[in-house]
């Protein structure tokens, strides 16, 4: 994004029209030209070219960010149909982002601010009570479902739901963070490129874990089953999966006849609290301990060393948080993705990990892959067209694309991390049976 010009505070003369209005209005509260372009429903617009035109479809997107200032509002708009970013989405929320970077060091607005944006309000006749928020969104409340985020991929719809899902997330059905090629390949939003990035990542899981043949793998949250099926048939491993839907379990299965390993390989229902036939020589849980609170997750990983023979591997990839780099207030991804709060930093993760008996012998960041891979299913899911629409409905196709836009502009600004670790279950005499 090009640098923006500081402006003065003080306005130099009304313009008429949406656009030119809201323009106007944004220098004037924030000293700096918003980037891009703006388009008003009646046709004007405002700005520059060097970034995203933002159109503004209705007076009801305004009211919106009078209400819920900030991401939630603009997500609102954009999830109702009442504002759209033109051209690549990714790049828009990039730029828009760094925009927000910099309003977000500006003074509080003054009584007189206040007051300008209420006059704006009137004069676009956007002033009315708050809009009821899109049918989609999850409000955060103190009961809300951890895991939630889960749900874009659970709850699908009968017609076409797999189908569609399998066409976004490839052949693997990998609901993950792929590990990507860093030879200088650049091109990762073809079909090939991203299976080719799930393969390695399953690969590489099974090298650490240390996987053989006749070995036992408890695969915890195993999602639709990618490292299940390739564990049974690629490293000849005895699989348990474990699942809390009953319509992942039966994809599941049916993934593992068609490889003709269900004979090694089962998929339960449950949590590891229902787990009663351990040892097992090596446990993995990719992407599955959101739906853990923070103040459980020692527990959580006592089950897991309890699972675990002396010597035996856990993998973990685990979402996580930065310290300090929570967005105040509620945010898109609170409201409609993850509802359960903050999730943990990785410090507690690890902290969590040794007091429970394992030891952490590798720790990366993969937060860049995910940004990657997020981007890739965007790619795949704007290369569907219409099916898109005619499979989830407008309005959740709108909530599934600025999900995963948002998260790849969240993991390449550090907002979200995502670390893979793995751990050991020492024997008594300290002995780990790694040398790495």
């Known amino acids: 994004m090009s640098e923006h010009s500081a402006r003065p505070a003080a306005r130099s003369g009304a313009r008429t029209g949406v656009a030119p209005r809201l323009h106007d209005l944004l220098v004037q509260l924030f000293g700096i030209d918003p980037p891009g372009r703006l388009v008003g429903w009646d046709g004007s617009s405002a700005g520059g070219s060097d970034g995203p035109a933002v159109h503004v479809l209705s007076r009801r997107a305004v009211r919106r960010l009078l209400w819920a200032p900030g991401e939630l509002g603009l997500a ?69 479902p951890r895991g939630a985020r889960d749900q874009a991929a659970t709850d699908l719809p009968d017609v076409g739901g797999l189908e569609l899902l399998r066409d976004v997330l490839g052949d693997s059905l990998a609901y993950s963070c792929a590990r990507w090629d860093e030879s ?51 490293r000849g491993v005895e699989v348990v999966g474990l699942v809390r839907s009953a319509e992942r379990a039966d994809v599941v299965r049916r993934k593992l006849d068609q490889a003709g390993v269900a004979d090694r390989a089962e998929v339960r229902l449950g949590d590891l609290d229902a787990v009663e036939d351990g040892p097992f020589d090596a446990v993995a849980a990719i992407e599955s301990i959101e739906h853990v609170e923070e103040s459980e997750l020692l527990a959580c990983f006592r089950l897991v060393q309890q699972l675990l023979r002396p010597g035996g591997r856990l993998a973990l990839q685990a979402l996580t948080s930065r310290p300090g780099a929570d967005a105040p207030g509620p945010t898109f991804m609170s409201a409609y993705v993850m509802p359960q709060g903050p999730l943990p930093p990785i410090g507690n993760v690890t902290g969590a990990l040794e007091n429970a008996g394992l030891e952490v012998r590798l720790l990366e960041s993969w937060r860049e892959h995910y940004a990657t891979t997020m981007h890739s299913w965007l790619a795949r899911l704007d290369e569907q067209g219409q099916r898109g629409t005619a499979v989830l409905g407008d309005s959740r196709l709108r909530v599934w694309r600025l999900s995963l836009a948002l998260a790849t502009v969240g993991f390449e600004r550090g907002r979200i991390g995502l670390h893979h670790v793995v751990a050991a279950r020492p024997h008594a005499n300290g002995r780990s049976g790694m040398l790495a």
């Not at 033109?86 to 760094?98: F, I, N, S």
């Not at 060091?105 to 009584?111: R, T």
């Not at 007189?112 to 899109?134: H, I, K, N, Q, S």
């Not at 899981?205 to 043949?213: A, E, F, H, T």
């Open 184 to 234: 200088g390949n650049t091109d990762h939003t073809g079909g090939a490129a991203l299976d080719a990035a799930q393969h390695r990542k399953l690969e590489l899981v099974c090298d650490r874990l240390g996987l053989q043949p006749g070995m036992r793998l408890l695969d915890v949250g195993c999602g639709w089953g990618p490292l299940v099926v390739h564990a049974a048939r690629v």
């Open 76 to 144: 609102r708009a954009f999830v109702a149909g009442e504002l759209e970013i033109e051209g690549d989405l990714v790049t828009g929320l990039r730029t828009l982002a760094e925009y927000g970077a910099l309003v977000g060091g500006k003074p509080a607005l003054s009584p007189a601010d206040r007051r300008e944006v209420l006059r704006t309000a009137v004069l676009l006749g956007a002033v009315g009570p708050a809009p009821r928020p899109p049918d989609e969104e999850q409000m955060l409340s103190a009961t809300a």
